[in-house]
């Protein structure tokens, strides 16, 4: 595994944005670039996906569904998107077409559902026709408890099977660290969720048959993953999630296999300081494939594979809340599915919420407000 400590990362370039510059240049080690606004106005933009059409949808954390087309946000968000729970970190989590998109209009979205006192992470899918949606249906709904961390991202394999991550909803690690809900396989904390188009469940799941599991659960033992990615080249699949106060892990998600939250980590306790794990290492427990020491919030993740940025191709990139920054993995050449080196490609820009490759082949990134930075989508283009 590979680890990241403070600002001393091999590579690290710590720059400060600023978006209203737009010809402002930020230098990398393989290429130099801008950020050019995209839409702004927005609130709490969480996601971003596009349609075979050339429209950009966007989704904002309370509820609201949002189209940039030819260039310019709609005025108007998309009708007929469900009520979501948008208190705390609740709200509308993901946007995602279905493979076949341009013949059945299926969009998928992923949200915290009201239910009963609190809330859940649930997914619906809907028929996207001029610009609303319509014939709602709920294809999953999580059977979690608690005050926050949904998860709720989604993405496609190759294979055309839908998955999911589900947070653990804050619930304490004491006690008996065994018996947490995140390693419990009678519930959904802490999971990713493999599922078919419409929500059953395929029969080659690790834990189909199995007493007392939910046969969804692809993998367990998460904390609040936020990025999702399949890689474009093998099909694997990649999540990261956040860690306490440090720990966050970027991390190969396979079949059956238990992450270790909260048993094992590298994070401690907020505030104190004092310990959370048993360790860091267990033998029964896949470890991270890269983690961070302290935390940058990690949120949105992308495998580059376009032609805007030919040296970054195969680089991972992760967008960071804390420290609002965007980071770049290089992948080893000697050690498959591990990384030689980090790189912060800008520092200061406002939470980075989502990062994702356009079909025009520009990187882009949904970022929240703060710091008199502007809420916004904007895109990295490369600068001579």
């Not at 950020?35 to 609201?64: F, H, K, Q």
Request: proline share 8%; no cysteine.
């Amino acid at each position: 595994m590979t680890r990241t400590l403070v600002a001393s990362a091999v590579g690290m370039v710590l720059l400060t944005g600023n978006l209203s510059a737009g010809q402002e240049v930020f230098k990398s080690a393989l290429h130099d670039f801008r950020l050019t606004t995209v839409a702004d106005g927005l609130v709490n933009p969480w996601s971003m996906a596009w349609l075979p059409d050339g429209d950009m949808l966007i989704g904002e954390r309370p509820g609201r569904l949002r189209i940039v087309r030819d260039g310019s946000l709609l005025p108007d968000p998309v009708p007929g998107v469900p009520a979501v729970f948008a208190e705390g970190q609740g709200g509308l989590f993901d946007v995602l077409p279905h493979p076949e998109f341009a013949s059945n209009r299926l969009l998928y979205l992923s949200y915290a559902r009201p239910k009963g006192d609190g809330s859940t992470t649930a997914v619906i899918r809907g028929r996207f026709e001029n610009d609303r949606l319509t014939d709602i249906e709920e294809v999953f709904e999580a059977k979690t408890a608690g005050r926050g961390h949904y998860g709720g991202r989604l993405a496609w394999d190759r294979d055309g099977f839908l998955f999911l991550t589900v947070g653990e909803r804050m619930v304490p690690s004491t006690g008996d660290l065994s018996a947490h809900p995140a390693q419990d396989l009678s519930n959904h904390h802490g999971v990713t969720i493999r599922l078919h188009d419409d929500g059953r469940v395929p029969a080659d799941n690790p834990f189909v048959g199995q007493e007392g599991a939910l046969p969804g659960i692809w993998s367990y033992g998460h904390r609040n993953p936020q990025g999702l990615a399949i890689h474009p080249d093998t099909g694997d699949v990649w999540i990261h999630e956040h860690g306490p106060q440090g720990g966050d892990e970027l991390n190969l998600v396979q079949p059956g296999l238990n992450y270790g939250w909260p048993v094992i980590g590298y994070g401690v306790n907020y505030g104190s300081g004092s310990a959370i794990h048993e360790g860091t290492l267990r033998d029964d427990i896949e470890p991270p494939t890269h983690f961070w020491v302290p935390s940058i919030a990690t949120s949105g993740l992308l495998i580059y594979s376009g032609d805007r940025f030919p040296e970054w191709r195969g680089s991972v990139f992760v967008g960071g809340l804390s420290g609002e920054q965007l980071a770049r993995l290089t992948p080893s050449i000697d050690r498959p599915r591990r990384f030689e080196q980090e790189e912060t490609l800008a520092y200061g820009i406002g939470r980075v919420r989502d990062v994702r490759q356009g079909p025009d082949g520009y990187i882009y990134l949904a970022i929240e407000d703060r710091g008199g930075a502007p809420t916004a989508v904007v895109r990295l283009e490369p600068a001579p």
